[in-house]
């Protein structure tokens, strides 16, 4: 339940194989001066035990970055503060942009993508997150996205 996209909205093509830029699925560095991690933007099913997911880029200062790069692979990372960033993916179908929303990336056990926890504003991806979506909800995104008005990768 969820859907994802394969870079931040900022990666262009033309950055693929220059030794100053990395795509992987996880990472992603631009001109050696624009970093980010793929994470999840959780948000409870009501009335279940389900979560949907929104699997999105967030940028991280250089140091942040490094620093969890450096611990990426090493057991009990999940113990390392929280990392702030800044949401770099657009979800087509939130109004106003997703662009740029404020973030914490939540470290996670080795094998697990970060949890991204949006600041809690009156934004309403912040506000779903918070509150949680119904089940229709989840297939009006869902339809969303099937038709183009959103990113599935």
């Not at 909205?9 to 033309?14: I, P, Q, R, T």
């Not at 140091?63 to 702030?84: C, I, L, Q, V």
């Not at 949006?118 to 038709?147: C, K, M, S, W, Y």
Request: some cysteine.
């Amino acid at each position: 339940m969820g859907y994802s996209t394969t870079a931040p909205d900022v990666w262009d093509e033309s950055f693929e194989g220059r030794p100053d830029s990395l795509l992987s699925s996880d990472q992603c560095v631009i001109n050696a001066e624009h970093y980010f991690v793929r994470g999840l933007i959780e948000i409870p099913v009501i009335g279940s035990d389900e979560v949907f997911s929104w699997g999105v880029w967030v940028s991280l200062s250089r140091d942040n970055f490094s620093r969890a790069a450096d611990m990426w692979n090493t057991p009990g990372r999940e113990a390392e503060k929280p990392y702030f960033g800044w949401l770099t993916t657009e979800l087509p179908i939130y109004s106003p942009s997703t662009i740029n929303l404020k973030t914490n990336a939540h470290t996670r056990p080795v094998g697990q993508r970060p949890y991204i926890e949006l600041e809690p504003t009156n934004h309403p991806l912040a506000v779903e997150q918070r509150t949680g979506i119904t089940l229709d909800r989840v297939r009006q995104i869902a339809e969303a996205v099937l038709h183009g008005n959103g990113e599935n990768g």
